[in-house]
């Protein structure tokens, strides 16, 4: 019993893999250590370092837990290479972060500005949509997975 145990476990935190349920799963610790790192990024800044401009400790946040991101799915998630130079990996990561990132404004604007939903149901509505934009941009658009190979 305990074999079997280890077993999964390693298949899901240890192999590497291609198999999207378990890189979504993964993906879904790799995001939320890069929310982490956003979070403290913003907040050490703003009220230990007396950052004054919330954008600029806003962007500085946003670019560490991108960092963050990259590194731990290329590490973790991602096993298959996109066939990209390093540089053009991370400028594609980058750009379907930024996309994200669109999306989020866009979507908390509608949500709360056009349909008043209280914003910190408009954010976890929108945090789920476009933690999906994401993973799924990531895996079939940059590391070049086929839909085929989703199972």
Do not use: H
Not at 4 to 31: C, M, S
Not at 49 to 76: C, H, M, P
Not at 84 to 106: D, Q
Not at 139 to 144: D, G, I, R, T, V
């Amino acid at each position: 019993m305990l074999k079997k145990a280890r077993i999964k476990f390693d298949v899901l935190f240890i192999q590497e893999t291609d198999n999207t349920w378990i890189q979504g799963f993964r993906y879904l610790f790799v995001a939320s250590a890069a929310l982490m790192a956003d979070f403290l990024t913003l907040v050490t800044l703003t009220e230990l370092l007396n950052v004054e401009n919330i954008i600029i400790s806003s962007a500085a946040g946003f670019s560490f837990g991108l960092i963050i991101n990259y590194l731990l799915s290329i590490r973790w998630v991602f096993t298959s290479g996109s066939g990209k130079s390093k540089r053009s990996e991370f400028l594609m990561f980058c750009v379907i972060g930024l996309v994200g990132l669109a999306m989020t404004a866009a979507l908390m604007w509608v949500m709360t500005s056009i349909f008043g939903v209280y914003y910190i149901f408009a954010k976890a509505v929108v945090t789920c949509i476009v933690f999906f934009w994401n993973f799924f941009a990531r895996k079939f658009l940059l590391f070049n997975i086929k839909p085929k190979d989703i199972v």
